[in-house]
């Protein structure tokens, strides 16, 4: 079956580093790739996306870029903040004849020391 | 635009008792779909529903159930439960509509149901 995996955490980094977060997939056709974020005692909010292949989804200077190539959507910022503190995931959307359903990877924890 | 809601935001129950957990999606999206987060297991995806019927079911045993009103509020229950449901419960929605080539489609989560059963 379809699968998604992230690199393991948890990321720890000092206030304005780059960050990379990996994430390769295991799909048959062509997924949309999702990724997001979790803060401390909240659901999940979507941070970016791309819905084909060299698909740039970009957010509050988060970017990823749908590879088919590496089947990668790895997970950049150039300078990250405290407030970037936080779960990531990545996810790809697996749709069976209509019917949607997520799949996650594992989860990163993010640490950002200011 | 309201978010969607999930009710209670915490549940304590006992071994053995039913739990019965609600979400209320944006309003005119149609379908809803439930997941169960654990440290362990991660984000595993219970349920989905669109127009009152269930559409795609994860690998969950039966004592898990949910169903969706008319007004496309959900509704999920577990029968039974056992220590291993402690868990954050999270509903989302989205606007997908039947069509197979629709991608444009996102899920909006809620914040969660923490269940701990005890």
Redesign the interface.
């Known amino acids: 079956g379809n699968s998604v995996t992230q690199m393991e955490g948890p990321v720890t980094l000092s206030e304005e580093a780059f960050l990379t977060i990996n994430c390769t997939y295991t799909a048959t056709g062509y997924p ?1 790739l ?1 990724w ?1 974020v979790q803060y401390p ?6 941070l970016l ?1 791309a ?2 292949a060299d698909d740039k989804g970009s957010n509050k200077g988060f970017e990823a870029t749908y590879r088919k190539e590496t089947t990668s959507f790895h997970l950049e910022k150039g300078s990250v903040q405290v407030s970037d503190s936080a779960v990531y ?1 990545c996810a790809l ?1 697996e ?13 990163t924890r993010l640490t950002i020391n200011p | 635009k309201a978010g969607v809601t999930q009710t209670p935001r915490y549940l304590i129950k006992t071994r053995g008792q039913q739990v019965t957990l609600s979400c209320s999606p944006i309003s005119g999206h149609r379908s809803v779909s439930w997941y169960q987060q654990t440290p362990g297991q991660g984000l595993q995806f219970l349920f989905e529903y669109f127009s009152e019927t269930q559409r795609n079911k994860g690998n969950f045993p039966g004592r898990f159930s949910g169903r969706q009103f008319s007004n496309s509020r959900s509704e999920m229950n577990v029968s039974t439960l056992e220590l291993g449901d402690s868990a954050l419960y999270l509903c989302a929605s989205s606007s997908q509509r039947k069509l197979l080539w629709d991608m444009n489609t996102e899920a909006f989560f809620g914040q969660g149901t923490r269940l701990t059963v005890v």
Do not use: I
């Open positions: 949309s999702f997001y005692g909240e659901g999940l909010q979507l996306k819905t084909k995931f959307n749709d069976r004849g209509g019917a949607q359903k997520l799949v996650f990877g594992q989860g």
